[in-house]
C-alpha cells in the first residue's frame, strides 16, 4: 500500500466532514482513526474507491465519538441533514485546511504539528518522533492547536504566507527519526500548488525542489557538512532541478515577486553552474539586492556579503559586512571565509574557532571547528 | 521551536534569597514544594512543551579510562567544591523568551514559610538541526 497516496487522502475526507457539519477537532481525531484503520485493513482487502471508504469509515467514527447522551440530539440532527459527499471541489477544502492548520492565532510549533496531522496525515507519534518530543507532549500540542482554531469559521479566507511559513519550517527541519520531512513538506506544497494559483506558493516549491535536489551531497557518509563550493555536482538531482527552474520560470513570468521566488533563484543560479568557479556571482548579488528590497533581514544582508566577496573581491565582501552588526548568527563565519580568501589565514582561523563557539547546531560546528583546524595545521 | 535544559544544583548555584535548606522546613513546607514542581511538570505537559526530567543522587564520581587491559580508574567522591547538579527539565519552547520565563516559574517553588525560593537554574539551549538552506 502506497502510503503516501493514503495521507494525500486526509485533506479531502477531512473537509468531507467538516462540511457535513462535524466540528474541526472531531472530525480531525475520526480521521486519523481511518487513517489507522485503512493501513491495518487495505493491504488484505484493497477498497476500489479509497476516499469513499475513509470518508465513510471517518464518519461513522465521528458518529460513534458523539454517541454520548448530550451530543445525541446534534448527531442526530446531522444525520438528517447529512448532504451529498462531494458538493464541495476536494481542492477548496484542501485550501481552507492549510489556512486553518496555519491560523495566525497558532504559534509557529502548533501550526507545523496540526498541519503535518490533519493536512499531510502523519500520526501523532510520527510527528512526536521527528520533532524528538515525546508522544504525550505532541497529543497535547495538536490538541491545544485545534481547540485555538475551534472558532475559526472553515469557509474564511486566510493568508497564504502563513501557510507558507509554516510549510519553510517543516522543510527546513530536514531529516530527523524516521519521518522525512523535507520530502513531507515538498509534498503538501506540490497539494498546495495544485489547489491554489500563486507564484509565491510556486517559488516556495521551486526552492524546496532546488535545495533538495543537493540533498546527497550536502553531508559526507559520516554526515559532515560539506559546503555548496564542494559538493559533487554530478550528484546533484538534475531531474528535480529542471523541474525547480520550470516552475520558477512560470512564477516569475506572473510578475509578482516575492521572496520564496527571490531565493529560489538565487538556488537556481547555483543549481546552473557546472563547477563552483562559473557561479554566476553577479547575478546572484542582483537576486539578493531584489530579496532585501523585499524583506530588509539581517540574514539576507549577511548572505549578500559572502556572494559580494565572490563577485567583487573579498575586500568588498569584508566592507558589506562591516556595515552589519557582528552580533548576527554566523557573522563570524563569513568573516573568517572572507578573510581566508583575503590571504590572512591567522585571522580567519581565529574567526572560524570563534564562530564554532556560537554555532547553533553540531553540523556546523563540527564544519567550522575543522576549518580551523586546517588552517592551524 | 528550541530545546532548552534548566539545570538545578545541589550546590554550585548562587545563593538564593531564601535560602534556607530543606530539612529545616516543616512537613506541609516540603509538601508544598514537591506540589509545586509535580504541577509545574503537569502544566508543561498540557502544554505541549514538556519533554524529560529527572533527579540525580548526591553521590558522584570521576572516572576515566586508564589503559588497555587496566580497570577504569576514579577519584571520587566529588570534593565539596565541586557544581553538583541535582537534576533537570529540558522542555521545548518557540523562543528563548518563553523558556526563560518558565525557568522563572520553577524558581518560584515555594520553600521556608511557602515564599518562593528564589533559586538560581542554568538555563541551556541544546544544538538544532542544521537548516537545509542558508544561502
Given amino acids: ?377 | 521551536m528550541a530545546k532548552y535544559l534548566l539545570l538545578k544544583h545541589y550546590r554550585g548555584a548562587p545563593a538564593p534569597i531564601n535560602d534556607v535548606p530543606m530539612d529545616q522546613w516543616t512537613q506541609d513546607e516540603i509538601s508544598a514544594h514537591i506540589k509545586y514542581m509535580n504541577d509545574f511538570a503537569d502544566k508543561l505537559r498540557g502544554t505541549g512543551e514538556f519533554v524529560d526530567e529527572r533527579a540525580l543522587a548526591q553521590e558522584g564520581t570521576w572516572v576515566r579510562y586508564d589503559g588497555e587491559g587496566r580497570p577504569p580508574v576514579t577519584d571520587g567522591p566529588f570534593a565539596e567544591t565541586k557544581d553538583l547538579i541535582a537534576g533537570w527539565m529540558i522542555i521545548d519552547t518557540d523562543s528563548y523568551e518563553r523558556a526563560l520565563e518558565l525557568a522563572a516559574e520553577l524558581s518560584a517553588a515555594p520553600g521556608k514559610d511557602g515564599k518562593p525560593i528564589h533559586e538560581w537554574l542554568e538555563i541551556r539551549p541544546f544544538y538544532g538541526h542544521a537548516p537545509t538552506i542558508t544561502e
Fill in chain 1, 1 to 377: 500500500m502506497d502510503e503516501a497516496l493514503l495521507r494525500s487522502l486526509t485533506p479531502a475526507v477531512l473537509g468531507v466532514l467538516v462540511r457535513r457539519g462535524a466540528d474541526f477537532a472531531a472530525a480531525e481525531d475520526a480521521v486519523q482513526d481511518a487513517l489507522v484503520e485503512a493501513v491495518r485493513v487495505w493491504p488484505e482487502d484493497p477498497p476500489r474507491d479509497p476516499k469513499g471508504w475513509l470518508v465513510t469509515v471517518a464518519w461513522r467514527r465521528f458518529l460513534d465519538a458523539t454517541r454520548a447522551e448530550t451530543a445525541r440530539r446534534r448527531r442526530e440532527d446531522l444525520v438528517e441533514a447529512e448532504p451529498e459527499q462531494g458538493l464541495a471541489p476536494d481542492t477548496d477544502d484542501t485550501l481552507q485546511l492549510y489556512f486553518l492548520c496555519a491560523h495566525p492565532s497558532l504559534t509557529p510549533s502548533s501550526a507545523v504539528a496540526l498541519t503535518l496531522r490533519a493536512v499531510g496525515g502523519l500520526t501523532t507519534r510520527q510527528i512526536a518522533q521527528a520533532y524528538l518530543v515525546p508522544e504525550a507532549t505532541m497529543a497535547q500540542r495538536i490538541s491545544r492547536a485545534k481547540k485555538t482554531v475551534s472558532d475559526v469559521r472553515f469557509d474564511q479566507p486566510g493568508d497564504v504566507a502563513t501557510v507558507l511559513r509554516v510549510l519553510y519550517l517543516v522543510f527546513n527541519e530536514g531529516y530527523s527519526g524516521d519521518v522525512d520531512l523535507a520530502a513531507e513538506a515538498i509534498r503538501l506544497t506540490r497539494q498546495l500548488a495544485a489547489a491554489i494559483d500563486h507564484p509565491e506558493v510556486a517559488g516556495l516549491l521551486a526552492l524546496m525542489l532546488l535545495h533538495h535536489a543537493r540533498r546527497a551531497s550536502r553531508t559526507t557518509a559520516g554526515g559532515s557538512l560539506v559546503p555548496l563550493a564542494e559538493q559533487d555536482r554530478g550528484r546533484w538531482d538534475t531531474a528535480l532541478i529542471a523541474e525547480g527552474v520550470e516552475i520558477l520560470q512560470a512564477a516569475l513570468a506572473q510578475d509578482r515577486l516575492g521572496e520564496f521566488q527571490a531565493q529560489a533563484a538565487i538556488a537556481a543560479l547555483h543549481a546552473d553552474a557546472p563547477v563552483a568557479e562559473e557561479t554566476d556571482w553577479v547575478q546572484i548579488v542582483e537576486w539578493y539586492d531584489e530579496l532585501l528590497a523585499l524583506t530588509d533581514s539581517p540574514v539576507v544582508r549577511l548572505n549578500r556579503a559572502v556572494a559580494v566577496g565572490e563577485a567583487d573581491g573579498p575586500r568588498a565582501g569584508l566592507r558589506a559586512l562591516a556595515e552589519l552588526d557582528d552580533g548576527l548568527p554566523r557573522h563570524s563565519a563569513v568573516a573568517a571565509y572572507l578573510h581566508e580568501r583575503d590571504g590572512d589565514r591567522q585571522t580567519a582561523a581565529r574567526l572560524y574557532a570563534e564562530a564554532a563557539g556560537k554555532a547553533s547546531n553540531l553540523a556546523e560546528r563540527e564544519f567550522l571547528t575543522r576549518q580551523a583546524a586546517r588552517l592551524n595545521n
